[in-house]
């Protein structure tokens, strides 16, 4: 049972480039979110799902935009890089009811 | 909005001493904590969780408590091993959000000393 898994784990990007952010499940959970965890801060979200074609926004969606077409994945699109949002990204999912996240190992992004 | 805060940056306990990780949070509607460890280089990994119409909550090595009067939940890990050092995060989730947000403090730097 893989959990959560995201791609790639390291990536450098120039200023204006675009990538995406994969992340897929194996738990059938409904509910998948992503984080970005500055140096030494807690994480702090940029978007989530409830469910496939459910998406909304988190508490530092700019700059981000995400899609939900399968329960399993949840990328995550930069279309412009800037350098703010060097950081490192974490996809999570959860089942129904009070349960906790389960966590992806993380994308460390740099933009330069 | 309201967010959940760490008493301690850093904490540096002996090989086998317990540890006592503590968090405030402040908002009185939150109904579930969590704790994560996070290791170098690795995503937040699940230790323990606790609702609100609870006290404390035991697990391997682990316990929680849960003071809703002072708003204040604490880790306590027994005979720390240096397997244990990573940074902790507790997390709170607020009742009625419907998605299960979870907002995270900033993190406690637990290191061992062999």
């Known amino acids: 049972n893989a959990g959560v898994t995201q791609t790639p784990k390291f990536r450098i990007l120039k200023i204006g480039q675009s990538m995406t952010l994969q992340c897929t499940q194996d738990?059938?959970?409904?509910?998948m979110y992503w984080y970005r965890q500055d140096p030494g801060m807690g994480l702090k979200l940029i978007y989530y799902?409830?469910?496939?074609?459910?998406?909304d926004k988190g508490e530092v969606p700019n700059g981000y935009n995400v899609s939900r077409s399968t329960t399993e994945d949840f990328p995550l699109r930069l279309e412009l890089a800037a350098p703010s949002q060097t950081s490192v990204y974490f996809c999570?999912?959860?089942?129904?009811?009070?349960?906790?996240?389960?966590f992806g190992d993380g994308t460390r992004l740099s933009i330069l | 909005g309201e967010s959940v805060g760490l008493h301690l940056p850093t904490l540096s306990v002996q090989e086998g001493d317990n540890s006592i990780i503590n968090c405030a949070y402040s908002?009185?509607?939150?109904?579930?904590f969590i704790w994560y460890k996070q290791e170098s280089g690795k995503g937040p990994q699940f230790i323990i969780d606790?609702?609100?119409?609870?006290d404390k909550r035991q697990g391997q090595r682990v316990t929680v408590l849960l003071n809703k009067t002072v708003k204040h939940l604490s880790l306590q890990i027994a005979a720390t091993q240096p397997g244990d050092s990573a940074v902790y995060f507790c997390?709170?989730?607020?009742?009625?959000?419907?998605?299960?947000?979870?907002?995270f403090g900033k993190g406690t730097k637990l290191s061992v000393i062999p």
């Open positions: 799902s409830v469910g496939a074609g459910i998406t």
């Open positions: 908002n009185s509607a939150s109904d579930y």
């Open positions: 738990m059938n959970h409904n509910y």
């Open positions: 606790i609702r609100s119409n609870m």
């Open positions: 997390a709170d989730n607020q009742s009625g959000a419907g998605s299960y947000q979870l907002t």
């Open positions: 999570a999912s959860r089942g129904l009811g009070n349960q906790p996240q389960h």
